[in-house]
C-alpha cells in the first residue's frame, strides 16, 4: 500500500488524472452546444497526456522518449487552457481548482522529465 506522501509514478499519475477528465466531460458532453464541444476539446487533451507517457515508456531512443513527452507536454497544457475556459465561460458548475492543479503539476514533472533526459540524467 502506498502512503500518502509517497511520489506516484508520473504513468498512475497521469491514468488517475484521465480518470478525473472522463468523469468531468461525461457531464459537459450531455450538455448542447458548446459546452458539448469544450467538453470533446477538453476530453482529447486530457486523456492524451497519460497515453503519451504511455507510448513514451515504449521509446525506441532518448530521442523518441523525449519527442513522446514533449508531445504529453503539450497536451497537459492544453488541457490547462481548456478547464480554465470551461471554468471561467461559466459553461459548467463545479470547482476546476483541484483539476488545474493537477494539470500544471503534471505538466511541471513531464518538463523536468525532458529537461533530465536530454541533460543525460537517468529516467527511471
Known sequence: MRMKNEPRDISERTFSFALDIVRICQN??????????????????????????EEAQAAQSSADFVGK?????????ETIYWLRLIHASGCANGNFELSLKEADEISRII????????????RK
Open 28 to 53: 459537459l458532453i450531455v450538455e448542447a452546444g458548446v459546452t458539448r464541444t469544450l467538453g470533446r476539446q477538453l476530453l482529447r487533451s486530457g486523456t492524451s497526456i497519460g497515453a503519451n507517457m
Open 69 to 77: 513527452c514533449s508531445i504529453a507536454l503539450k497536451e497537459s497544457r
Open 111 to 122: 518538463a523536468s522529465i525532458i529537461v533530465r533526459t536530454r541533460n543525460g540524467t537517468k
